[in-house]
């Protein structure tokens, strides 16, 4: 009986296996398209690595990797300016300053692995477990020593798959929600979602809309997005410094690369006041699946046109009357979310720091890296 997977780490896409994208069919997120996004278009700070399970030459798991330097950051966020913030930043730069994730830290859900059906996860996940050591030991001859490792954002079921012999040193944890919004099999167009709105929220969606009088919502094409490029990322770039926390900055050529290998799979709307771009939202079709992207604005035209809640509207919209049954909305800004429909969806992982006495306090220090948010859920339906 095999107990056994091997495993290749590759460091371009073009020496990925070719039936690669067999086993991302479930998920965009580990096609070869996106994967060369990462490749072309990275934050920064950020290095990817693309690694295949074989069993035993036939490819049977597929998972990417992140390194990221925080070091290579000018800031973290400038949104909160607090002591508790202050004693964040120090930790990071100090101790927690090369980071290895498991997963997708630019996006928020499962997009770490997918296995082929009949493989044996708990087999696949071991084998990644012994590959996250073959990097680690990588990124030190190249001075680099990874001190955190973790992997991320799984949900409960998944959990069962992780051999305890692997990560029982690690710390178990649960981070801020994934606020997904799931349609009703009875909402055949946006009409029967507003219809579905308790009065509260019909008069928040009916003022959100009189306030937003005046902008127009336009979708994008890709020599639009290159022409506005500067443009766009002044706008991305003061919403992710103003964020709370941020671990990288998308470069200016992220979102015209995306177009350029996604097509119509990456949705780019651009929102116009007297012909001048104001803000934009994007979305990336995966499957039955819609998931927010990035997006950015003008933070005096937010306040006052309510625009970010026109976005919500509009990505709702849009994926009611297309039949999507789900929309990835992520963990930022959960109450918002809550108003117009996004229900928690409640994601685990694992975290496990080098130094073995900082491990044994990964409890305490998880505290400071993962700030909880207070907020109250909302239920704006009948």
């Known amino acids: 009986m095999k107990t056994t997977y091997t495993y290749i780490i590759y460091e371009k896409t073009s020496h990925l296996p070719e039936d690669w994208d067999e086993l991302a069919r479930s998920n965009i997120f580990l096609s070869r398209r996106y994967l060369k996004i990462l490749e072309d278009a990275p934050p920064q700070n950020m290095k990817c690595y693309y690694i295949g399970v074989f069993d035993p030459l036939r490819l049977v798991g597929i998972a990417l990797s992140q390194f990221l330097n925080l070091n290579q950051l000018e800031t973290f966020g400038e949104r909160d300016r607090c002591f508790k913030t202050s004693i964040r930043n120090f930790i990071f ?102 219809n579905a709105l308790s009065k509260k929220y019909r008069d928040q969606y009916k003022r959100c809309r009189k306030k937003g009088d005046g902008i127009q919502k336009r979708k994008l094409n890709l020599e639009e997005i290159n022409h506005l490029e500067d443009t766009i990322y002044d706008l991305y770039h003061h919403v992710a410094q103003n964020a709370p926390f941020n671990t990288f900055f998308l470069p200016k050529n992220h979102f015209r690369v995306m177009k350029e290998n996604l097509k119509d799979d990456f949705l780019f709307y651009g929102y116009f006041d007297n012909q001048k771009l104001i803000g934009f939202n994007t979305l990336i079709k995966n499957g039955f699946q819609m998931d927010t992207y990035f997006l950015g604005y003008n933070e005096s035209i937010q306040r006052e046109k309510m625009l970010y809640l026109n976005m919500l509207y509009d990505m709702i919209a849009y994926s009611i009357n297309k039949g999507f049954k789900e929309i990835v909305f992520a963990r930022t800004a959960l109450e918002i979310k809550s108003s117009v429909g996004a229900k928690p969806q409640e994601m685990f992982g694992f975290i496990e720091h080098s130094n073995s006495f900082i491990n044994r306090k990964m409890e305490q220090l998880f505290c400071y890296l993962e700030p909880k948010t207070e907020w109250k859920e909302r239920n704006p339906f009948k």
């Open 93 to 194: 730069k100090k101790f927690c300053s090369h980071v290895l994730f498991m997963g997708n830290n630019m996006l928020t859900g499962q997009n770490a692995f997918a296995f082929e059906i009949n493989a044996n996860k708990t087999l696949g996940i071991q084998t990644l477990f012994e590959a996250s050591l073959e990097l680690k030991e990588k990124l030190k001859k190249a001075g680099l020593p990874v001190h955190l490792t973790t992997y991320k954002d799984f949900e409960k079921d998944d959990l069962t798959h992780f051999p305890s012999e692997n990560f029982a040193s690690l710390y178990s944890f649960s981070t801020q929600p994934n606020m997904v919004f799931c349609s009703c099999h009875e909402w055949h167009n946006f009409e029967d979602y507003l």
